[in-house]
């Protein structure tokens, strides 16, 4: 018989470096894990977010409360390949999860952070830490999970010791493609599901810094057939598949440190004369390239509700972003012209270059996780190279539900 009060033990733990312990309930995968804390307030595609490569090396707070509520699937993976690991280090939540209610849900998140090697925490005040990330930056910190409730606590501090942090870390040889590779897949269609690019117009080059697949749908979409290649592949390897285009992806860790052997491949890619459009690491790769500079964010970027204006429009668009570093605008030299800025902030989210079909941004276009607002980049990417080809160019912008 039950005499008094008995309180649940902890069986998660998420520890900062700066030695605060916030105790919770262990989802998902056992055992710790270190990564930069960062915080994410998208109130959808948590899936997405947690198969996105760019996210290596974070362990991620969700600031919305309710996450796998809708449950996991195999539609909604970002991450290329199916059996690769994203790199995410850990999640954290506020309430536990509860059983999922959607039509398209096959496995709860629990289980499918298992079988993902996510380690999670939930009963978290996330409000608090995402405050507090907010005041001191994004720190270091180990998060763990043993139901038993017994941690090993030297083993976990000797981990989060070891955690070098992201500023220098080069991650995209750790979650790029392997060997090189074609994609004809085309966007998600109700009731229809994926489809295939059958008679494709162009053929774009994406070298892979850590790509999401619907940034490769969204390609597809345009009438381009994509061929992807490794991060390391040097401006020989791309151009001896004569590409239509050059496609710079996303990715995770410190653009100065992938810049080592991306920027100068690069820089020899913009001399061919060929479109080239970069997204997030990509866009900053291709900054540093141009002869700018990036530098480390005090908190980041993440998050489905980030507004941005397009100063070569007047419009502003609400954006999906997800970056750690940010590059410099002061930085751009005179025959590259910021065309984007963050409204959140001031910071950069854009650029072009002076009369050359060469221009990327800072957020991810492609909507997954995210609003639409952002999917004419594709447009004005393939326009460059139906200019080329002496082909009419389509409107960037369409009716709502009219044809992309």
């Not at 070098?164 to 790029?176: C, N, Q």
């Not at 952002?374 to 990417?381: A, E, G, I, K, N």
Request: hydrophobic share 40%; with cysteine.
């Amino acid at each position: 018989m039950v005499t008094g009060w008995q309180q649940k033990p902890a069986t998660a733990v998420l520890i900062l470096a700066d030695g605060t312990r916030l105790e919770g309930f262990g989802l998902g995968a056992i055992g710790h894990a270190a990564g930069e804390v960062c915080f994410n307030t998208a109130m959808t595609g948590y899936q997405e977010v947690l198969t996105d490569p760019s996210y290596a090396g974070q362990i991620v707070t969700f600031t919305f409360p309710h996450i796998g509520n809708v449950g996991t699937n195999d539609e909604d993976i970002e991450t290329v390949n199916m059996a690769a690991l994203s790199g995410v280090r850990g999640v954290v939540l506020k309430a536990d999860i509860t059983n999922p209610s959607n039509y398209r849900a096959a496995e709860k998140l629990d289980a499918w952070l298992k079988k993902r090697n996510i380690i999670g925490i939930a009963g978290i005040d996330t409000r608090a830490l995402t405050a507090r990330i907010r005041e001191n930056g994004m720190p270091n910190g180990v998060i763990a999970h043993e139901p038993t409730g017994v941690f090993d606590e030297g083993s976990i501090q000797a981990e989060l010791n070891a955690f070098p942090g992201l500023e220098g870390l080069d991650l995209a040889k750790e979650v790029t493609t392997a060997q090189t590779y074609h994609w004809d897949q085309t966007g998600w269609q109700w009731d229809k599901g994926y489809g295939t690019l059958d008679n494709p117009d162009f053929h774009v080059v994406a070298i892979d810094y850590g790509a999401k697949r619907n940034i490769l749908r969204c390609l597809a979409d345009q009438g381009a057939k994509v061929t992807v290649v490794p991060a390391t592949a040097s401006a020989a390897d791309v151009l001896a598949h004569n590409p239509d285009a050059i496609f710079l992806s996303n990715g995770p860790g410190d653009p100065a440190a992938t810049g080592k052997y991306a920027v100068p491949t690069i820089q020899k890619l913009m001399e061919t004369g060929k479109p080239i459009f970069g997204i997030c690491l990509g866009h900053q790769l291709l900054g540093r390239a141009l002869g700018g500079t990036t530098s480390k964010m005090h908190q980041g970027h993440h998050g489905a509700n980030h507004p941005v204006k397009d100063l070569t429009t007047g419009k502003v668009e609400i954006t999906s972003m997800n970056h750690g570093f940010a590059v410099d605008a002061e930085s751009l030299p005179a025959g590259v012209t910021q065309t984007h800025i963050s409204l959140f902030d001031g910071s950069n989210a854009g650029l072009a270059v002076d009369g050359k079909p060469i221009f990327s941004v800072q957020y991810h276009p492609e909507a997954s996780p995210g609003p639409r607002d952002s999917h004419y980049l594709f447009t004005r990417f393939l326009n460059h190279v139906r200019k080329q080809k002496g082909l009419p160019e389509k409107p960037e912008y369409t009716a709502p539900g009219a044809a992309a």
